[in-house]
C-alpha cells in the first residue's frame, strides 16, 4: 500500500476543488484557511483540535503524545489541561471516526507514537 500525499495550504474553496481534480487519486489536501481534509472528492471538516493533529502528523508523518500535546498548547510545560493525555486520546478517538470515510486512520503504536496511515483499499485487501 502506497503512502498518500499529504498537501497542506491555506486552499479557498475553489483552489481545493480544482486541486483535487488535477491531483492523483488519493493525494489528502488539508485546507487550513477552511479547516477541511479532502481526499477521493470527499471532504470532512474535523473539530480545530482534530484537524490540528491531522496536520501535525500530515507534516511529522509520527508523533508521540507529548508532541501532539505541544501541537495543540505550546511549548509551555505547564500548557494545556491537567488530563492533556485523556483530551489527545479522545481527539483522536473523534478524528479516526471523522477521517475513515476518506480512507484514512490515525494509528496508535505501544510506544505512544501515533501515525497518520491510508486505510488499505478494497482492491488492495482482496489481493
Known amino acids: 500500500m502506497t503512502r498518500p500525499t499529504f498537501i ?33 472528492g470527499g471532504l470532512v471538516r474535523p473539530r480545530p483540535q482534530g484537524f490540528t493533529i491531522l496536520a501535525a502528523l500530515a507534516c511529522a508523518g509520527a508523533l508521540t503524545k507529548d508532541d501532539l500535546i505541544e501541537a495543540l498548547w505550546g511549548e509551555d510545560p505547564g500548557g494545556g489541561p491537567d488530563n492533556a493525555g485523556k483530551v489527545i486520546d479522545t ?25 497518520l496511515d491510508p486505510l488499505p483499499l478494497l482492491a488492495e485487501a482482496a489481493e
Open 8 to 40: 497542506l495550504g491555506t486552499f479557498g474553496h475553489d483552489q481545493l476543488v480544482a486541486l483535487s481534480r488535477r491531483r492523483p487519486l488519493g493525494d489528502v489536501l488539508l485546507s487550513t484557511r477552511l479547516g477541511v481534509v479532502s481526499r477521493y
Open 91 to 115: 481527539v483522536v478517538f473523534y478524528l479516526r471516526q471523522q477521517i475513515a470515510p476518506l480512507g484514512l486512520r490515525v494509528s496508535s503504536h505501544p510506544t505512544h507514537v501515533f501515525t
